[in-house]
């Protein structure tokens, strides 16, 4: 399916960076091209929620992809692309990100793509989670995260890489780049987004000990911008997009891409050097190692 989806999409160029656009030809892409023809447009595709009003120009993207979000290739795939159709529309000026699944934003990459697979499918994947980072970082149009459950790593670098994060008010979740936990290591870019939103000494401490925050302590050091009930989180990401959406859109797209272009434009700047270096390290038998022992921990619940 992924590999469908992906024969479906067409680089295009904006500037210097490359982007997605989505096919029409496979029946999944196609829905995602029809947002614009009355007010209110759903489409489902089979891992994210797609509902856009056009009446206030506010989309809203639920990730539905149980048991906890986790980002397989399929799903890196369709949000690319969704983004791309959302980007594309004239009738969207904003995309809220949140999750389907309780209690869980998105558990981060799938970590079975990861693991025990084929160098071809490495760089794959990664190309994919690349494509996700680069079109969403770099997005023109406004993107706030209602952070409704659990976001660890990529999960946590999707909320980082929207323009503003409101979290739910629940001490039992948790969000943070949890990588070395993993014995894994959080990419360049990823540590780039993470400095950019918090500064770098946190982002120091919380790399090296692959530190998970609590709302409370994440509000506290700027990883999120916002803590509400959560039965309020919804309501509440609207509200503070129609805020958003008082500015003009041309100043406001500016002003961010002045201040992110530069990140984007580093990883842009050696996508295949990237690629070969997550390739050949996850590829490590002591990487492979590490990262059977945390999924057989999970399974045994005891992370
Ligand atoms: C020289 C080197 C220089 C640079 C480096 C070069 C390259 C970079 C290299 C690597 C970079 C990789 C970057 C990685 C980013 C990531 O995102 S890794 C993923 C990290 N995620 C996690 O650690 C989350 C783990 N999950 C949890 O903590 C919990 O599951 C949860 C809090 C999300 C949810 O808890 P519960 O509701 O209690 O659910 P369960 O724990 O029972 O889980 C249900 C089910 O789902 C499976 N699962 C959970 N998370 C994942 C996942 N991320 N991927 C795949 N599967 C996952 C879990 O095992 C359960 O499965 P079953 O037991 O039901 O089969």
């Not at 969207?92 to 869980?104: D, E, N, Y």
């Not at 891409?257 to 390739?279: G, Y």
Request: with cysteine; charged share 20%.
């Amino acid at each position: 399916m992924a590999a469908v989806l992906r024969r479906g999409i067409k680089f295009i160029s904006f500037g210097s960076s490359q982007v997605f656009s989505g096919g029409c030809k496979h029946g999944k892409t196609s829905t995602l091209s029809s947002f614009s023809s009355s007010n209110r447009n759903s489409s489902s595709s089979s891992k994210i929620k797609v509902d856009l009003d056009s009446s206030t120009g506010i989309a809203v993207m639920k990730f539905q992809n149980p048991p906890v979000n986790s980002m397989n290739l399929e799903f890196l795939t369709e949000f690319s692309i969704g983004l791309e159709k959302l980007e594309l529309d004239k009738s969207c000026r904003g995309v809220i990100l949140t999750s389907a699944q309780p209690k869980i934003f998105s558990a981060g990459l799938d970590i079975l793509d990861m693991y025990g697979k084929t160098p071809e499918h490495y760089e794959e994947f990664w190309r994919a989670v690349q494509d996700m980072w680069l079109k969403l970082y770099g997005y023109s149009k406004i993107t706030i995260a209602a952070i409704n459950g659990s976001s660890p790593a990529g999960g946590c670098l999707v909320s980082m890489a929207s323009d503003y994060r409101i979290m739910a008010d629940n001490p039992r979740y948790r969000i943070g780049l949890n990588e070395t936990q993993l014995g894994i290591v959080a990419p360049f870019w990823f540590k780039d987004t993470m400095v950019n939103t918090v500064g770098h000494r946190t982002t120091e401490l919380s790399l090296q000990f692959g530190l998970m925050y609590s709302p409370s302590d994440a509000l506290k050091i700027g990883l999120v911008d916002q803590l509400v009930p959560e039965e309020n989180i919804l309501s509440t990401a609207t509200e503070t997009m129609t805020k958003w959406l008082d500015i003009p859109d041309h100043a406001r797209e500016i002003s961010k891409s002045m201040l992110r272009k530069p990140t984007v434009d580093r990883l842009l700047a050696s996508r295949d050097a990237d690629i070969k270096n997550f390739v050949s390290f996850i590829a490590k038998d002591s990487i492979q190692k590490s990262l059977g022992l945390y999924l057989t921990m999970l399974k045994q619940r005891k992370v």
